[in-house]
């Protein structure tokens, strides 16, 4: 069957459109669906214009307002910085339904890089107000955008075929070779140009993800119009009316409540921080509850509450490199090697570098081993553990040292990013992979929306504890928060025998 007749024959059954592959060559891109390159390549955009500017955000909010900045101070920009990725990620949720059941997912992606994109280009405009307006546009873009480019990755694999796990970690490289070039470039315009010169570096960036991802479309699965379980016309045209009224209740309700003095940036945050615990449990005990998820599918959420709570402390961890850990380089690192001076934001790359070098060598070893490769829970306890000894590391340069005075060498913070970087190949990848697996049929993108929201959770968590940062002691802050990571990974490798009996078939 060619490949337009494929496209215009409705499946039989809608689930079998989610699992299989696309028809045509499928071993195209180093032993990979020709659509993991375009995937790949979006999210090289994506994350070099999210991260890029993601890695100057905290500077920006931190520098005073003489030098173009917002003027906080380092816990509350940390703070404002974590609640930001707090709504990023809540959005996400919306963004998975909507593709299930309005967008599609190749429309929903499309929507959602067209929202970031205008998002980074409004806060290239060097006034507040555009800055807080591109936030919640790239919130929103990013929450359409982030869960169904990586469901749109579990569909060009069936759900027993072993290169899954290693196309998911060539898939995660393209995700870092955009986190390794975007704080360079932002980076340096913010430090030479100023702050909106970064801003615009992200902008241009997203669009050209966009122009390739529409180019390459024809490779992808899950590229139809509309839905794969999309709603009836009379309850989808509710839906949309729904969507708007409640959006501009929303923006109306906000902008009272800031108008009257009660909705402040404290406040905002703990209200964030407050819906990213909320979310997850009454989505959780919806999936539980549908009529739509069968008894087997039930029993496999259960392993997946393990999985989410370690993707929940681990990225608690990994957040901070684009705010303690960049304040941290900022005041008490070197950043100059061998006479050549960098800005601080350049470490942020240091994670994307190791990222992009390591994970060709993880999908190596996976697709070698295949079969008698580890269980995924335990490569997501090792990442866990792995992201609590990079904040452990920190203890030793900033222990017995005055905070304001001693600059630790560039190789602690680089160390530190090398353990976070293989941490977040092993606990992404494979979360991802197990959740296109693990994941019911009839929420397929809303369940790697679920995913997304372990990061929300994480984010929510950390825009609370950062405020401690600068309050508590260096060696303390990195400390305890290493440690509680180190003994959650142990926790799930003990928990190992349950997982993999529970979560079967994955392996």
Same mark, same amino acid.
């Given at each position: 069957?060619?490949?337009? &007749? ?10 079998? /459109?989610? *699992? ?22 979006? &999210? ?13 955000? #905290? ?27 707090? =709504? ?7 963004? $998975? ?40 546009? %790239? ?9 169904? @480019? ?35 470039? *932002? ?6 140009? $100023? ?14 993800? =966009? ?32 969507? @708007? ?28 921080? #407050? ?5 997850? %449990? ?12 069968? $008894?087997? /599918? ?6 997946? #509450? ?43 790359? !240091? ?9 060709? @060598? ?23 553990? =792995? ?62 929306? =679920? ?33 509680? !990571? ?22």
């Amino acid at each position: 069957m060619s490949r337009t &007749e494929a496209d215009a024959e409705p499946p039989a059954d809608p689930s079998r /459109e989610s *699992t299989e592959p696309p028809p045509g060559d499928d071993h195209a891109f180093f032993g990979q669906p020709r659509g993991l390159l375009t995937l790949s390549g979006l &999210e090289v955009w994506e994350r070099f214009s999210f991260l890029g500017m993601q890695a100057i955000l #905290v500077l920006y909010f931190a520098d005073s307002v003489a030098n173009d900045g917002m003027g906080m101070d380092s816990g509350t920009a940390a703070s404002v910085s974590a609640a930001y990725g707090t =709504l990023v990620y809540l959005v996400s949720v919306a963004g $998975g339904w909507l593709a299930d059941r309005i967008l599609g997912s190749y429309r929903a992606v499309l929507w959602g890089g067209i929202l970031i994109a205008c998002g980074h280009y409004s806060m290239a405009v060097p006034t507040a107000t555009m800055t807080w307006v591109g936030l919640g546009l %790239i919130s929103a873009g990013t929450g359409l955008l982030k869960p169904n @480019v990586a469901s749109m990755v579990g569909k060009l694999y069936r759900t027993d075929d072993d290169r899954r796990d290693a196309g998911f970690a060539l898939y995660y490289m393209g995700i870092n070779i955009g986190a390794f070039a975007g704080p360079l470039i *932002t980076g340096w315009l913010g430090d030479h140009k $100023g702050w909106h010169w970064g801003f615009s570096a992200a902008a241009i960036g997203m669009t050209f993800g =966009l122009i390739q991802y529409v180019l390459g479309r024809r490779h992808l699965a899950g590229r139809k119009a509309s839905a794969e379980f999309a709603l009836p016309k009379d309850a989808m045209r509710r839906a949309v009316v729904l969507i @708007v009224v409640g959006i501009l209740a929303f923006g109306a309700l906000a902008a009272v409540l800031a108008g009257v003095g009660w909705l402040t940036m404290d406040r905002f945050v703990d209200v964030l921080t #407050v819906i990213s615990v909320i979310a997850p %449990i009454v989505y959780f005990v919806v999936m539980f509850r549908s009529p739509r998820v069968s $008894g087997e /599918e039930r029993g496999r959420l259960k392993p997946y #509450v393990v999985l989410f709570l370690a993707s929940v402390v681990f990225n608690f961890i990994l957040f901070q490199a684009y705010s303690t850990m960049i304040l941290l380089a900022s005041t008490n690192a070197e950043t100059s090697i061998l006479g050549f001076t960098f800005p601080a934001s350049w470490y942020a790359s !240091a994670l994307g570098a190791f990222e992009v070098a390591l994970a060709p @060598v993880v999908a190596a070893v996976w697709a070698r081993m295949g079969h008698r490769q580890p269980h995924a829970s335990n490569k997501i306890a090792f990442g866990v553990i =792995l992201g609590g000894l990079s904040f452990l590391l920190m203890v030793l340069p900033t222990s017995g040292h005055g905070d304001d005075t001693y600059k630790m060498a560039v190789w602690w913070i680089v160390g530190s990013y090398l353990l976070l970087g293989l941490g977040d190949i092993l606990v992404e990848t494979s979360g991802m992979s197990a959740t296109t697996k693990l994941a019911p049929k009839a929420f397929a993108s809303q369940t790697m929306a =679920l995913w997304f929201l372990s990061l929300a959770l994480a984010n929510g968590i950390q825009a609370q504890i950062v405020k401690l940062y600068g309050e508590v002691s260096n060696p303390a802050y990195f400390g305890v928060n290493g440690a509680i !990571a180190v003994a959650a990974g142990v926790a799930v490798i003990l928990l190992a025998p349950w997982l993999r009996r529970t979560m079967h078939p994955v392996h």
